[in-house]
């Protein structure tokens, strides 16, 4: 084989290969790349300053007790963590998740805005962390009944994060 | 003689049956007495309320934090060149050994664990366990802030017999009554060895009675030393006995028993006891603790280990020898116990500072918790309050109160009712979390809160609405933006009762202002102008979603502030504000759990936005302005630095001083002035303004934490007069 054939193959496949990431993605039952447009807490935990990195590690020991289905020990956590920093957005994430969990999708919505907000005043709102706001949002209408505005929002979060979104939650341990 | 005996016969048959009957009558009595305190409510336990819990994390500034006085009033106990026990450290130069003791809570409770801390200066540089690896935050177990007692005045915290340590059962026993496993109630060879030993004394030095017949006396009988009261003491005992196991009676004995007086309420029983003096639960005693709290049980005052550290010791001691002697503790804890030094924990703070803060608590409880569930029910109700910051406010208060008398002589009044007073309420905007509250000078004076029941004219702390008001709106409905005018011109409203002409502080005009100096300088006339044009009925809209809720007049004058509201709902809508426009639910407690463990009631953190967060952040940016350029300007001279926004007011005759203002995490709001209407004859900037820098300066140690930032899309520029005119922006007026 003639290094001019392999070099034609090796930009063929260089071409070919993001057009066949692009394609798996669109087909259901093809598993895309594992949390390839979702934030975790851990890629957050040490930012910020002493008491914004307190804070997310009182958030992470609640996304646990959440884990373990203990809530009223996640709820106490994520007061703590306000408690140490009251802007921390990485807390009313958590919070719309647990309160998702919980079935109070008025509250869940309330503490989205209240991430919303807080990201985009300091710049922090970035698509891995619209996933989920979109996803919990859509999550949270759907428990309203409000199925129209869900449905878009909850296939745009399945569509960003597949491994996290496909069954239309997010779980304590895929924020952690 | 026969003839008399068969005579008597009749009268002494019947005397010995009334006596019959009547003895039985007593001793029925007795004895529903003794069944009826048993079975039914035994003890009257106070609830207690307890703060919010310190937080350790890599970062924290453990001096500001108060780190040591929080481990003394928990009752830690320092020790060196051991390693430390459940609720011992070691303070070690720049390193710190703690072992956290087991916190029992439905949802906070921790086990018990080791930390190293590491220090440089005052920070703390790294949080780790034993083992080296780093901790992100562990919270500490709440500090307590105070009780809700009956009229009696009893301290308690129930303990059943099974969770106290052996050794404070068998120091009792050794020196209170050895044969209590086996005697019926009565110990005659008790009495007998008293009996001798006082005989010998020529006096009453040794006492004969039981375990069982000093709870009795405690339990059902007046304190009198009198023969029929000792006889009723010891039959009462008797069935106590007969009726009740002897762990029962040991546990009623355990929670009644009095072990001294802490200011003017009195400690019942060893859980409380634990907790007074030595900041810990009864089940974490050490034998050395559980042989002090034995040998004060006889005279709890005169051997107290506060008052008479000797005398407490050397009965301490005492008690370790009888253990030692009757068999109960084997001779090396012997000599180990007897060799500690009397360690006892720091008087925990004067309840006196917080006691607005509990009489607020009990007020915003549910109704079902009334005062005979909070003196009776033992509950455990974990508040918002932050003790070192309710303990900065009640200072800055009192120095802030004494100071301006002392240098306003005509202010100052000899009596305590007619004197000036002044309150301050602290709250986290966020959470709406009330972190301190002081609502007078004195509570023992008046018990009147003036933060949270008064109703006080607002005066200029009220302006900001009415420019919030403006800003919601555009330039051409009547509303304004930052870079607008407003005309401080002569104004003339007629209204139903005549014409109302507002004047400035100052007495003068000062024609076309820029909007910032308009609420900078706080002017009237350009404000009330203000109010005219976006409708008064728009300003107390949005004072309402603020979170006013006292009621508003809509009249021109309301745009200055002529509407009664409490200082607690000024700081609501402060906070409103400086939250970005989400108005929190005030809260003053977050659960209320039994004795029992059970979560009763829970306030969770709840908000809602009432104001976009564009509008919120040109008003504090306003409020900055007033901080940085206005009549708050001489707060920089407090030693304040960093986001500081907020309103000084003063109202007419100059009868109300306030000043409310926040930080990105801290809302204050201070009223000084005089319950009855007379002139203070100071404004808001000189009365208030002083006592709200000293506290926020304590409370953030100076350097306020975090920034006012801008929503997403709005941007900061700078303005000359050639742009307005362009921008179509000088209107307003």
Known sequence: ?176 | MLALLRWLRLPLGLGAFALGVFLAVWLIRLDRTVVARFEGRTFKVPSRVLSAPSILYPGLDWQRSDLRGTLARLGYRQVQGVVPAPGQYEWDGRRVRLHLRAFDHPTRGEPARKLELRLDGSRVTALTSPDGRPLGAVPLEPEPVGLYYGPDREQRELARLEDLPPALVDAILAIEDQRFPTHSGVDPRRIAGALLANLEAGGITQGGSTLTQQLVKNFFLAPERTLSRKLQEAVMALLVEWRYEKPAILEAYLNEIYLGQRGATAVHGMGQAARLYFGKRAADLELAECALLAAIIQSPNANSPYRHPDRALERRNLVLDLMHRQGRIDPSSWRRARAEPLLVAEVTPDPRDARYFLAALERQLPEHYGSGVLVNEGLSIHATIDLRLQIAAAVALREGLADLEKRHARIRREDPLRQLQGCLVALRPQTGEVLALVGGRDFGVSQFDRCIQARRPAGSVFKPFVYIAALERAPAGGGITLASFLSDDPLEVRTPSGIWAPANYDRQFHGRVPVREALERSLNVATARLGQQVGIERVADVARRLGIESALPEVPSLALGAADVSPLEMARAYATVANGGVRPVVRTFDEVVDAEGRVLERRELSFERVLDEGTAYLATSLLQGVIERGTGRSIVSYGLHGALAGKTGTTDDERDAWFVGFTPELVVAVWIGFDEPQSLGLSGAAAALPIWARFVREATGGNVRGEFLPPQGMESLEIGAWDRVRAGLSGGF
Not at chain 1, 132 to 146: D, F, P, T
Not at chain 1, 148 to 155: H, S, V
């Open chain 1, 1 to 176: 084989m003639s290094s001019c054939l392999i070099d034609r193959i090796a930009l063929l496949l260089l071409l070919l290969a993001p057009a066949g990431m692009l394609a798996c993605r669109s087909f259901p039952g093809v598993p895309g790349p594992t949390r390839d447009e979702a934030v975790t807490l851990e890629e957050v935990m040490d930012r910020g300053d002493d008491q914004r990195r307190a804070s997310n590690h009182l958030v992470d020991q609640g996304l646990e007790a959440d884990q373990l289905a203990d809530a009223g020990r996640a709820l106490d956590r994520y007061e703590l963590a306000l408690q140490l920093d009251p802007g921390n957005p990485w807390v009313y994430l958590a919070l719309a998740r647990h309160e998702l969990d919980r079935h109070e999708p008025r509250r869940a919505l309330a503490s989205l805005d209240r991430c919303r907000t807080l990201l985009e005043r300091r710049g922090e709102i970035s698509p891995r962390v619209e996933t989920h706001l979109i996803g919990l949002r859509g999550s949270a209408l759907a428990a309203l009944g409000r199925d129209a505005e869900a449905r878009p929002l909850l296939a745009e979060a399945r569509r960003r994060a597949p491994s996290v979104w496909d069954d239309g939650r997010l779980a304590a341990e895929e924020l952690r």
